[in-house]
T-cell receptor, first 113, second 115 residues
């Protein structure tokens, strides 16, 4: 079956540090890839997505590139802020008929001033 | 205006009770979902409805019964609650066509605690 493996957390960084959160997937075919973010006490929000190989999704300074060869979609940000503290979820979905999102286990990120 | 709303926000109840969680979306979406997030933050889909019709049912115990009175509402009824049902339950909605084309919008969650 389809699955998503994310870097174990929690991750703690200082403000302005470089962030990478690793995500790899196992799937039959070529899914669309997503990063969702969950701020404390809130529901999930779509952060960025990529729907085909070599696509780069970007939003709020975060980026991730769809790497078909390595089945990966690592999340990066060049300079994190305290307001980026949240739980980040990698997810996959297939475009044809099945609208299900399959999530990774989430990575809790804490940024210290 | 809240796009996807859930009630209640917190629910504490005893084992064996029956409870319901309500969800409403005012986005005009065709498709609604229920997700369960366990204590380790693992998030898994439970059900999906499109225009009041069940389209995804992910091997959830039949103690859980979703009900969609209209396409703006998807309620979750749970019978004979068990300790393992303690979790945060998220409702979401989107237009039909899959997450690649249509973003899923999530509600704020309902934290269910079974004692």
């Amino acid at each position: 079956g389809n699955s998503v493996t994310q870097m174990e957390g929690p991750v703690t960084l200082s403000e302005e540090a470089f962030l990478t959160i690793n995500c790899t997937y196992t799937a039959t075919g070529y899914p669309s890839l997503f990063w969702y973010v969950q701020y404390p006490g809130e529901g999930l929000q779509l952060l960025l997505k990529a729907t085909k190989a070599d696509d780069k999704g970007s939003n709020k300074g975060f980026e991730a590139t769809y790497r078909k060869e390595t089945t990966s979609f690592h999340l990066e940000k060049g300079s994190v802020q305290v307001s980026d503290s949240a739980v980040y979820f990698c997810a996959i979905s297939f475009n044809f008929g099945n609208e299900k999102l399959t999530f990774g286990t989430g990575t809790r990120l804490t940024i210290i001033p | 205006d809240t796009a996807v709303s859930q009630t209640p926000k917190y629910l504490v109840t005893q084992m064996g009770n029956d409870k319901s969680i309500k969800c409403e979306q005012n986005l005009g979406h065709d498709t609604m979902y229920w997700y369960k997030q366990d204590s380790k933050k693992f998030l898994k889909i439970m059900f999906s409805y499109n225009n009041k019709e069940l389209i995804i049912n992910e091997t959830v115990p039949n103690r859980f019964s979703p009900k969609s009175p209209d396409k703006a509402h998807l309620n979750l009824h749970i019978n004979s609650l068990e300790l393992g049902d303690s979790a945060v339950y998220f409702c979401a909605s989107s237009q039909a066509g899959g997450p690649a084309y249509n973003e899923q919008f999530f509600g704020p969650g309902t934290r269910l605690t079974v004692l």
